[in-house]
């Protein structure tokens, strides 16, 4: 049974600092792309940054390149979101979501992704 549990999220001030993670079991963690996207209130689910397989490439949305780092253990079968420099329009539910298997290329659409979790909230106050 595929399972993804995000953890790491909370309340922070502007300016602070959250690390997401994401531990995945069910399948195999090294084969799939994985990724991060978030929904804020009332808007759509965005992609906010993506890591290939092997974790050698990466790729941020213009809104949190410079802030964010993603990375991944494939050993621990862990997927991370270093963020820093939160700001209010950071807020919303951070999820984790892997695939396609043994792609090229890491998607950035969320309907090409297999496998997702149930989300962590993150809420940045001004």
């Known amino acids: 049974q595929v399972q993804l549990v995000e953890s790491g999220g909370g309340s922070v001030q502007a300016g602070g600092s959250l690390r997401l993670s994401c531990a995945a079991s069910?399948?195999?963690?090294?084969?799939?792309?994985m990724a991060w996207f978030r929904q804020a209130p009332g808007k759509e689910r965005e992609g906010v940054a993506t890591?290939?397989?092997?974790?050698?490439?990466?790729y941020y949305a213009d809104s949190v390149k410079g802030r964010f780092t993603i990375s991944r253990d494939n050993a621990k079968q862990t997927l991370y979101l270093q963020m820093n420099s939160l700001n209010p329009e950071d807020t919303g539910m951070y999820y984790c979501?892997?695939?396609?298997?043994?792609?090229?290329?890491?998607?950035?659409?969320?309907?090409?992704?297999?496998?997702w979790g149930q989300g962590t909230q993150v809420t940045v106050s001004s």
């Open positions: 890591i290939y397989r092997g974790g050698g490439f990466t």
């Open positions: 979501a892997a695939g396609p298997p043994f792609s090229t290329g890491c998607p950035g659409r969320d309907y090409q992704y297999n496998y």
């Open positions: 069910g399948y195999r963690f090294s084969s799939y792309c």
